[in-house]
């Protein structure tokens, strides 16, 4: 029907329907494979990534500040710090005086890592593509006031599924900050790397790009690219449910930091076209 289609276009997959995907040459998406897409992304690479997202130009002096920035003061609040990586953002959030935070991930060597980082933390692997395995990790309900999900909803196929999880385990009037690599810039980095396979801005399209900023052997990273509208209306949308309220949506500048650390090239290509998105929403 109308309805059905016009739900499914806005709000993503309901049951076994999934959304537009265009899998890379060598994909293998048919094939089951039994670890998430984020534990087979950084599995390859967890050590090195944890050593370069310290000082990286895109994770320490754009990702991070942005987002934190984006946060409400957590002191004396119960985060939840959704993807956590090495614990970047778990030993911030510790530092600026969150009462609790609970950290998980999908990749078993980030999680060792921040239980190593962060042992004022309760560390916990989950795996944000089963909603279900979330809930079997963080079983209360109403439990946090703010939820940080940091570069990792690029991984996760139905983003309706983990929103509702996110609305679940947050407080009446909680506060979800995520942020994401901003569609225009995965837009145009496919168009310019794989332009064979960019179909079509308005896809959600699997696709896999080795990763050189990390060391060798470069790491083949799988994530999905997927327009502004289909990030937005299921966080939003009444047709979803209206799950939360947007407060604000970030593109995020560089800031001074980056060209003082000697990142003039980012700093440059950042004050130009945007690299990530920042959006803050709050639970109705």
């Known amino acids: 029907s109308l309805a059905a289609a016009t739900h499914r276009a806005m709000c993503g997959p309901s049951g076994p329907e999934q959304n537009k995907k265009t899998p890379s040459t060598g994909d293998a998406a048919d094939k089951a494979p039994t670890k998430s897409l984020g534990e087979r992304n950084y599995e390859q690479f967890a050590d090195r990534y944890a050593q370069h997202a310290a000082y990286k130009a895109y994770n320490a002096h754009y990702d991070r500040p942005n987002t934190l920035a984006a946060l409400p003061d957590v002191a004396g609040l119960a985060v939840l710090d959704a993807g956590c990586g090495p614990g970047?953002?778990?030993?911030?959030?510790?530092?600026?005086?969150?009462?609790?935070?609970?950290?998980?991930?999908?990749?078993?060597?980030?999680?060792?890592?921040?239980?190593?980082?962060?042992?004022?933390?309760?560390?916990?692997?989950?795996?944000?593509?089963?909603?279900?395995?979330?809930?079997?990790?963080?079983?209360?309900?109403?439990?946090?006031?703010?939820?940080?999900?940091?570069?990792?909803?690029?991984?996760?196929?139905?983003?309706?599924?983990?929103?509702?999880?996110?609305?679940?385990?947050?407080?009446?009037?909680?506060?979800?900050?995520?942020?994401?690599g901003h569609p225009f810039c995965d837009w145009k980095m496919l168009e310019r790397k794989l332009p064979d396979e960019a179909k079509?801005?308005?896809?959600?399209?699997?696709?896999?790009?080795?990763?050189?900023?990390?060391?060798?052997?470069?790491?083949?990273?799988?994530?999905?690219?997927?327009?502004?509208?289909?990030?937005?209306?299921?966080?939003?949308a009444d047709a979803c449910g209206g799950l939360f309220r947007l407060e604000s949506f970030i593109e995020p500048l560089p800031p001074a930091s980056m060209l003082e650390a000697g990142y003039k090239r980012e700093f440059d290509r950042l004050s130009r076209d945007p690299g990530f998105m920042v959006v803050r929403a709050r639970k109705r």
């Open 88 to 180: 970047f953002y778990a030993e911030e959030l510790l530092a600026r005086g969150a009462r609790r935070v609970v950290a998980v991930d999908v990749t078993p060597a980030f999680v060792a890592m921040t239980k190593e980082r962060c042992p004022a933390a309760e560390v916990h692997r989950a795996d944000l593509e089963s909603p279900e395995k979330l809930a079997r990790c963080v079983p209360e309900s109403d439990a946090f006031d703010v939820v940080v999900c940091a570069l990792v909803l690029d991984y996760v196929d139905d983003l309706a599924a983990v929103y509702r999880e996110f609305h679940r385990v947050l407080k009446p009037d909680g506060v979800l900050v995520f942020s994401v």
């Open 200 to 236: 079509s801005y308005f896809d959600t399209q699997l696709f896999t790009c080795a990763w050189a900023g990390f060391g060798e052997p470069h790491p083949s990273i799988a994530s999905y690219r997927r327009p502004l509208s289909a990030f937005l209306n299921p966080l939003v």
